[in-house]
């Protein structure tokens, strides 16, 4: 019987496992007449991925290996982050003189104290592209989708959408748009609106100051919790979408590993680079605009400029949806920088320091004296699931071509991250108490 005849007596045959079979049985037959075999030999790639790809093992050591990504992300970074903090820092002595009070204010307050403290997270972000880029460059990142596409496909999902839930580390934008790769419409979508769930490197700043603040010890843990909580919450959500509103048979992944590579280092830095300074644009684009205009919130208000902070445009803005917010203990300037969180994700922090800054505050002092360590708990896994960044948005409908699809995907991770973070503050209160 043809391959042709094969699906179309039975449409729940995957085609390209027929091609593949019969592309590797022709592979065979030739190999049979022209190779002759000598004495098996065990090289490298096949040691190593008996251990990597084993069964039992290969999750684990997935799990390791990512921990110690973060880990050595976070510890790597601390000296430059200092080095870029003391930097602005300096700078600020001499905006912080200019006369004009107003000018003074803006420069220092909402340049230095949003742009500039955004960059001083550039150094973690580079860190971690350049451990990926090393874990690609070795050939691990086709394995590690190799060891989760069993996992996936036990519950009924796609064995391809890992391979965009993996790029969302980076930008969601790039995990939505590679999702078109995902066969089935269902398979598809579901991957779509699963994706934003993968922590960013924009939201990778919040975890890195919030960690840094509250859990000093365990910092690099805790993000790695972060980045393991996103990847655990879109395998629910996805099973849930599977088994309810959008139901398909998954089907199997085709893919050919290669031999394990030594990286080299101009191309892991290569890598590093190309993706590291799109952040770095952006925080020197819109991010600075953003700074702008969220300065003038902070210090203009109904009676004109320099009012108190609390009197201010931001606040204003905060207190209108502090209602919503008041059972996660969020305040009104958490809110503010929520709500800015929609252009970009990094801008959350980048709101709340020029906030803090106008109110004459350090954010890290600011952050310790207004919310317990349960409430910023809360906040990182609220910024890991709630609505998705604007650029997101516009990929969801692009790849989508639906706004109903659209509005679905903001309300739904709104939902979602309402409730996950409740379930934090709820239950950690009780066993905190």
Known sequence: MTPSELVEEDESIDPQIILADERYEVIGRILCETFEPGEGKWILSDMLDRVLLHRYLGLPIFIVIMWAMFHFTFETSLVFMEMITQFFAWLGTYTSEIPNPLIASLLTDGILGGVGFILTFVPPIFFLYLAISVLEDTGYLSRAAFVMDRFMMKMGLHGRSFIPLLLGFGCNVAGVMAART?????????????????????????????AGVFFPTIAGTVVFFMYMLGIVVAIIVAIIFKKTILREESSSMLMELSQYQVPTVHGSFRHMWDRGILFVKTA????????????????FGPAGAGVPIDESYAAILGHIFEPIFVPLGFSWQIIVGLIFGFLAKEAVIQSLAIVYAVGGMALETALLTTIDPLTALALMVFVLLYIPCLATVGAIKKETGSWRWTGFSIAYQFILAYIIALLVVVIGGMIFV
């Open 182 to 210: 995902v066969d089935g419409e269902s398979n598809r979508l579901t991957t779509i609106l699963v994706s934003p769930l993968m922590s960013c490197a924009g939201r990778l700043p919040i975890y890195i100051l919030i």
């Open 284 to 299: 020197g684009t819109y991010l600075l605009a953003g700074s702008f205009i969220m300065w003038v919130l902070s210090a």
